[in-house]
């Protein structure tokens, strides 16, 4: 482990609060650290479901524990403000049932004094490959999933990026490229990247699903091509020392994982033409600035374990 507080044998809660279940852990780590785990579907009533996972969490607590922390990595969008009266909720979500749902506060009246780390899913995911994973030891990087949606979190100088919400980058404006004219699936704003490169956008693109598609299927090309400019602009604003691009999406399909990466980096060297001065995009350092995640599957709890440990020791990432 690393110095950034991974590994302290102290045990934790951990919840991945996702838009269709809810995982639920304790344990101080991946692998042979989680030392249980279940799953909840998020169904549209927030209460009961808080309830389920905090008897689960008590008992688990009482089992494996003591639990030292709780950390709870969430979809949103959510309120991260914790000077607002809505802190820990959930705010504009169009899923049933959820939207201005309270989160944090049902925990904390559970689980008195316990130190909580709350945060965005992505955000979650990045603290997980920072402390395990694809991101170990850096303090400028970029973690991005592209799945079902697409969403962005990562660190600027060791720092889980924040600020007036947190981070929307699914959500970028994105260039028409060569009068394509696909309108997007984004019901906000139609052609944003989340509108143009997620899983349903490559599906309602093609008329099926993406990992159905031929690897010279044309709308891969394309998509790989919009992702590229994307990856271009995170590079140009925020200038991380890693791109870290996680979720369904970049498996490629039939085109796998392997093909997918090599197109993206030469094509994200081709939209920066040279211009951002660094050997991490030359053509032999590109494979080690954008690449695939490190904690696969467990990303999203062990992510929730991370802010657990990292409401322990704020100081310390
Ligand atoms: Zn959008």
């Known amino acids: 482990m690393s110095g950034a507080g991974g590994d302290t044998g102290t045990v934790v809660g951990a919840i991945e609060a996702g838009g269709t279940k809810f995982v639920v852990a304790v344990g101080s780590g991946p692998g042979g650290r989680l030392l249980a785990r279940e799953q909840f579907a998020t169904g549209d009533d927030p209460a009961a479901l808080l309830r389920r ?28 403000d914790p000077t607002s009266s809505t802190y820990g909720f959930i705010t504009t979500t169009p899923k049933p049932g959820w939207a201005d749902a309270d989160i944090l506060g049902p925990l904390r009246r559970a689980f008195p004094g316990l130190p909580i780390g709350f945060d965005t899913d992505v955000n979650g995911a990045a603290l997980g490959e920072r402390v395990w994973g694809a991101a170990r030891g850096l303090e ?4 991005v999933t592209a799945g079902t ?9 060791g720092r889980l990026l924040h600020g007036l919400v947190h981070p929307e980058m699914g959500h970028i404006p994105m260039p028409v490229l060569d009068g394509d004219p696909f309108p997007g699936v984004c019901p906000y704003h139609g052609r944003c990247w989340e509108g143009l490169c997620s899983g349903p956008a490559i599906a309602r693109r093609a008329g099926r699903p993406a990992e159905t598609l031929e690897p010279d299927h044309p709308a891969w090309a394309i998509t790989i091509r919009y992702l590229a400019h994307a990856l271009a602009t995170l590079t140009c604003v925020l200038s991380p020392r890693r791109i870290v691009l996680g979720g369904s999406v970049r498996k490629g399909g039939r085109l796998g994982e392997e093909a997918f990466f090599h197109r ?53 990432v």
Do not use: N
Request: aromatic share 6%; charged share 15%; hydrophobic share 50%.
């Open 53 to 80: 996972v905090i008897e689960w969490l008590a008992a688990a607590g009482e089992k494996h524990g003591p639990l030292a922390a709780l950390g709870v990595a969430s979809f949103g969008p959510v309120d991260l």
């Open 140 to 143: 400028d990087f970029v973690y």
């Open 149 to 157: 949606g697409i969403g962005g979190g990562g660190m600027a100088r």
């Open 264 to 316: 993206l980096r030469d094509h994200v060297r081709d939209v920066l033409a040279g211009y951002v001065a660094s050997p991490a995009l030359s053509a032999a350092g590109i494979a080690e600035f954008i690449v695939p995640p490190d904690l696969g599957d467990d990303a999203g709890v062990c992510g929730a374990i991370a802010l657990a440990q990292h409401a322990l020791r704020p100081p310390a």
